[in-house]
């Protein structure tokens, strides 16, 4: 079996990767295991070399609005997509135009190509909590909430979900939208995202840096561990398509906090290393953007699947002082 992953370039992408090849197996359109053969990581930009050192891993780059590049990805049929690639919320907002190509064309690129293969391929897209917000939203939202985004990458985010619930009725491939709350903890430098606070909040006072938050300490919102996004997008494509029905969209299950919990967490945990400081800036584009969001999901039906909850925040700082301040990863 090959595999697909778009946005392989990124955090998750090349997370993601690594956890598949060390799985070696997934369920092909029989759903039996198959060997895993090779896997592609597709995006934009690439690292300058794979996340692991393995014969089956090809970094190939390119335009994911192209449709011939899109086309030449997925040329077996005994093939899985894992659809990540995206132009995130703070993109979005800055860059319509960007942000229909890559997010809602190239989404139907990717589409298209699998259901020119022969069978029903499952794909597993990378949706958002994002596509719920408006003056109607409740305090929590869950799977049967009404979408009305207020950002134009959420707005993207709920046309994939919908197109990918008409193309599995259709039967022309078995897609499955993974709706995933903020990620955290994520490494590196701050990205694009609005969200990318919810990371950075943690990752700089770590890194003995002085960071300073754009939201007040009260905002909420539903979180997620790395390690726990990544095991969701797995078991999405390894469930059993008829315990999804009609609507192939599963928010991933989450911890309600405020960034307040984050902080305390982080002072719970690590307190002793020596942290750099956090001080309190509101930014009035990135509030106005976290205002739309949700402040906390109902992850009953996501939890009926068998999918992972992390247990705490405290354990998600924990394993990321392993993975990325102690480790080597």
Same mark, same amino acid.
């Given at each position: 079996m090959?595999?697909?992953?778009?946005?392989?370039g990124?955090f998750?992408?090349?997370?993601l990767?690594?956890?598949?090849?060390?799985?070696g197996?997934?369920?092909d359109v029989?759903?039996a295991q198959?060997e895993?053969?090779?896997?592609?990581?597709?995006?934009?930009?690439?690292?300058r070399?794979?996340?692991?050192?393995?014969a089956r891993?090809?970094?190939?780059?390119?335009?994911?609005?192209?449709s011939a590049?899109v086309?030449?990805?997925?040329?077996?049929d005994?093939?899985?997509v894992?659809?990540l690639?995206s132009?995130?919320?703070g993109?979005?907002?800055q860059?319509?135009?960007?942000?229909?190509?890559?997010?809602?064309?190239?989404?139907?690129?990717?589409?298209?190509?699998?259901?020119?293969?022969a069978?029903?391929?499952?794909?597993?897209?990378?949706?958002?909590?994002?596509?719920?917000?408006?003056?109607?939203?409740?305090?929590?939202?869950?799977?049967?909430?009404?979408?009305t985004?207020?950002?134009?990458?959420g707005?993207?985010?709920a046309?994939?979900?919908?197109?990918?619930?008409?193309?599995?009725?259709?039967?022309?491939?078995?897609g499955?939208?993974?709706?995933?709350?903020?990620?955290?903890?994520?490494?590196?430098?701050?990205n694009?995202a609005?969200?990318?606070?919810?990371?950075?909040?943690?990752?700089?006072?770590?890194?003995?840096?002085?960071?300073? $938050?754009? =939201?007040?300490?009260?905002?909420? &919102?539903?979180?997620l561990?790395?390690? @726990?996004?990544?095991? !969701? %997008?797995?078991?999405?494509?390894?469930?059993?398509?008829?315990?999804?029905?009609?609507?192939r969209?599963v928010?991933?299950?989450a $911890?309600? =906090?405020?960034?307040?919990?984050? &902080?305390?967490?982080?002072?719970?945990? @690590?307190?002793?290393? !020596? %942290?750099?400081?956090?001080?309190?800036?509101?930014?009035?584009f990135i509030?106005?953007i976290v205002?739309?969001w949700?402040g906390?999901?109902?992850?009953?039906?996501a939890?009926?699947?068998?999918?992972?909850?992390?247990?705490?925040l405290?354990?998600?700082?924990?394993?990321y002082?392993?993975?990325?301040?102690?480790?080597?990863?």
């Amino acid at each position: 079996m090959k595999v697909v992953i778009t946005g392989g370039g990124g955090f998750l992408g090349q997370r993601l990767a690594v956890a598949i090849l060390e799985r070696g197996t997934l369920a092909d359109v029989s759903g039996a295991q198959a060997e895993v053969d090779e896997l592609l990581l597709f995006d934009q930009a690439l690292p300058r070399r794979a996340p692991v050192e393995d014969a089956r891993v090809h970094l190939v780059s390119g335009d994911i609005s192209d449709s011939a590049t899109v086309s030449g990805l997925i040329d077996r049929d005994d093939v899985a997509v894992f659809h990540l690639a995206s132009v995130v919320s703070g993109g979005g907002e800055q860059d319509f135009d960007l942000a229909l190509r890559v997010n809602l064309d190239g989404g139907r690129h990717i589409f298209e190509a699998v259901r020119a293969r022969a069978g029903l391929q499952r794909l597993v897209f990378a949706s958002s909590i994002a596509v719920f917000g408006g003056d109607a939203m409740p305090d929590q939202v869950g799977d049967t909430t009404k979408q009305t985004p207020q950002t134009t990458y959420g707005m993207t985010k709920a046309v994939c979900e919908l197109m990918i619930n008409d193309y599995t009725r259709k039967g022309f491939f078995d897609g499955r939208s993974a709706r995933l709350p903020t990620v955290i903890i994520r490494p590196g430098k701050p990205n694009a995202a609005a969200s990318s606070f919810v990371s950075a909040v943690f990752r700089e006072p770590l890194n003995a840096e002085d960071y300073v $938050l754009p =939201v007040t300490p009260d905002t909420k &919102m539903p979180v997620l561990g790395y390690r @726990a996004i990544v095991d !969701g %997008l797995i078991a999405m494509h390894e469930l059993d398509g008829d315990k999804l029905g009609s609507d192939r969209a599963v928010s991933l299950p989450a $911890l309600n =906090v405020s960034v307040r919990d984050m &902080m305390d967490a982080l002072r719970r945990v @690590a307190g002793s290393r !020596g %942290l750099g400081s956090i001080g309190i800036e509101p930014d009035p584009f990135i509030e106005a953007i976290v205002r739309t969001w949700p402040g906390a999901a109902d992850d009953a039906r996501a939890l009926s699947l068998g999918l992972r909850k992390d247990a705490s925040l405290d354990d998600i700082v924990r394993y990321y002082i392993e993975d990325y301040v102690d480790g080597a990863a």
